[in-house]
């Protein structure tokens, strides 16, 4: 009689088991996927480095054109001005 409540519990640990490891380590699981994210929304790529910096090229030549333009004192130095950065409509 001694023999069917120890197989009895033997049984429902074993059986358990996966259950009780699933529960410990899914809270692991959730900080490491929040460190992943957390990891990927600071890192950047290179080619994201070089579109920023391709942006920020961009934004400081159209402000030497418009700073070009406000400077100029007639047609033709506006227009040398636009002639000058053409490339950057």
Known sequence: ??????????????????CVSKIVTAPFRAAG????????ATTQTQSEREEDLGRKALADRKKQRDLCLDEARNKQERRNCKDAYKDDD
């Open 1 to 18: 009689m001694r023999i069917s409540p120890i197989l009895t519990a033997a049984l429902v640990a074993l059986l358990l088991s996966g």
């Open 33 to 40: 996927t929040v460190v992943e994210t957390a990891v990927d």
